[in-house]
């Protein structure tokens, strides 16, 4: 039999083993866990763990995808940011997710290396759910082929890669639908310099038209809506069914001041000349233009006119692109009208 002694010396060994322990191991805000493409994990953000270290291996031409939700998008903003091996910065996110939810991709990596994801808060604390996708293993979407998934609180966001046609002579329309009451899932769509256009910021129910850029690679996100339940979804791209201005065939719209503005597209090619002409038809309105390439990359004409009835101008394509015309009412009153728009080829 052990004295008392002998015991109470064993049980100070083992509290010094056990403490030894505490003290050696990493801190939860420095996890070396080797994520995978794939890989969902949550994380937790705090006054004492002001942000978190994921690492992962990557290899040169992988299309990733790197997403940050918070679980209360009241409580935490987050941000996010991808470091190589040598902690170079090589892109950094604040609000490219849904609300304040941070988002990166598609971002190809530049070579085979140990990457960094640094999760952190802008502002608040809170939990939060990070993923990290290889683009180039999703589903790939086509044109008229649908495909379905289900997003909740569980599974909050699906991804999925669409290509741009080659020809750059299609307009695209994107929409999400739910079946269900308690369903109304966000669509995103992003390339590489970012966050192209979403049904949450433009408060429509699809994205139409979408004018992507020839053979570009787009990654299209589909979000739990935290304002519902969620459920299952059907996701579909299709041809938009906007037309495009021709030379000489007019097109008309409707203008109310209080309302969005109406959208008009061509297609024009390098050094090419143009005339733009609008004219009231009927009603107490003033037509404002903006012109812009359809990736609003670059304006060529803006005017903040009062009191026109007709506006005419020339323009000179910067480049080969899809342009767009926004027209919005310029007088402050609530009566509405309508108009027509024309194009004429001048030069080829």
């Keep these: 039999m052990l004295s008392r002694r002998c015991v109470f010396s064993l049980s ?48 040169a031409g992988d299309l990733i995808l790197i997403d940050a939700q918070a679980d209360d998008p009241g409580s935490l903003d987050t941000t ?17 997710g849904e609300g304040y939810n941070s988002r990166i991709g598609p971002f190809e990596l530049p070579g085979d290396d140990a990457y960094s994801i640094v999760a952190s808060g802008y502002s608040g604390h809170g939990a939060y759910m990070l993923t990290l996708v290889n683009l180039r293993t999703v589903p790939a979407i086509k044109l008229d ?22 020809d750059g002579d299609t307009l695209l329309r994107l929409d999400v639908h739910s079946d269900q009451p308690t369903g109304d899932p966000i669509l ?26 020839p053979d570009d690679i787009y990654a299209i996100v589909v979000s739990w809506n935290p304002d519902t339940r969620g459920g299952p979804y059907e996701l579909r791209v299709s041809q938009s069914g906007v037309e495009l201005l021709q030379d000489g065939v007019p097109q008309t719209g409707a203008l109310n001041y209080d309302e969005a503005p109406a959208y008009h597209y061509f297609r024009g090619e390098t050094d090419q000349q143009v005339r733009l002409t609008v004219r009231v038809i009927e009603g107490d309105i003033s037509p404002r233009l903006l012109v812009e390439t359809a990736d609003h990359d670059l304006a060529l004409f803006t005017s903040d006119c009062h009191m026109t009835l007709e506006t005419s101008i020339v323009l000179n394509l910067p480049r080969s692109a899809v342009y767009a015309i926004e027209v919005q009412d310029g007088l402050p009153t609530d009566n509405p009208g309508t108009y027509e728009i ?6 080829d």
């Excluded at 091996?85 to 490219?96: A, C, K, R, V, Y």
């Excluded at 379905?148 to 741009?164: C, N």
């Excluded at 995103?188 to 850029?213: C, H, M, R, W």
């Design 188 to 213: 995103a769509l992003y390339n590489a310099a970012g966050y192209v256009s979403g049904t949450e910021e433009q408060g429509k129910a699809a994205i139409d038209p979408f004018v992507p850029v």
């Design 12 to 59: 100070l060994i083992t509290c010094l083993l056990m403490g030894a322990g505490l003290v050696g191991a990493d801190p939860p805000s420095q996890r070396d866990t080797l994520l995978r493409y794939g890989d969902v994990i949550e994380g937790q953000i705090s006054e004492t763990r002001p942000e978190e270290i994921w690492r992962f291996e990557g290899y």
């Design 145 to 166: 082929k649908p495909l379905a998934g289900i997003v909740d609180s569980t599974h909050p966001s699906d991804y999925f890669l669409l290509a741009a046609p080659a």
């Design 342 to 347: 024309s194009l004429e080829w001048m030069s």
């Design 80 to 96: 996010l940011t991808l470091l190589d091996s040598q902690e170079n910065t090589l892109f950094i996110d604040d609000d490219g």
